[in-house]
């Protein structure tokens, strides 16, 4: 795994996580417990921080950023990304705000100020524009994101789910590298 620090800053990890080898975390992450991070992910907390809730798995190709502090935006935009998220391959996630039990598909953007309250499902190739706030309980879809339908009963049972099997995945990849 590479972790690098920026100006004093190295990443820190709860117990229990799996950051591959190819991954790279920079500056001002944390990761909660059990958190996993797959190949080819890059996550830089340089001008702003990251933070990554427990159980949480962001997959291959994913790319983690945050924005910068300013005069027109004092706080910036970090990263901030609740439990039991599944964040799919090549997802782009850029100074937004994720709750708890959510799935991003494959190749989806969120943008920043964006805010995706808890249990929710974003369609893969969705784009979720700058400030948008997404409501706890739906699916949403397309480019930009739209209210699809509310989440049925196995769907939102399943977002708790897809984090433990990933959970699950991560403890067989640790236990093969020792």
Not at 27 to 32: E, F, K, P, T, V
Not at 122 to 128: K, N
Request: proline letters at 4%; charged letters at 20%.
């Amino acid at each position: 795994m590479s972790l690098h620090s920026y100006k004093n800053i190295k990443p820190i990890l709860g117990s229990q996580c799996y950051v591959d080898n190819s991954a790279v975390l920079a500056g001002d992450i944390h990761l909660g417990d059990d958190v996993s991070i797959w190949p080819l992910v890059a996550a830089r907390g340089d001008v702003n921080h990251i933070r990554i809730g427990a159980r949480t798995n962001i997959q291959d190709g994913s790319v983690l950023h945050v924005t910068r502090k300013s005069a027109a935006n004092p706080d910036g935009h970090p990263l901030l990304i609740g439990e039991d998220v599944t964040v799919g391959h090549k997802v782009m996630l850029h100074g937004c705000q994720l709750g708890n039990r959510i799935l991003v598909g494959m190749g989806a953007i969120v943008m920043d100020g964006a805010v995706v309250e808890s249990d929710v499902i974003i369609g893969a190739g969705s784009l979720v524009p700058p400030n948008k706030v997404l409501e706890s309980g739906y699916l949403y879809v397309g480019s930009p994101v739209k209210k699809a339908r509310p989440l049925n009963e196995s769907e939102m049972a399943f977002l708790a789910q897809s984090a433990q099997n990933y959970v699950e995945l991560k403890d067989e990849y640790i236990k093969e590298q020792h």
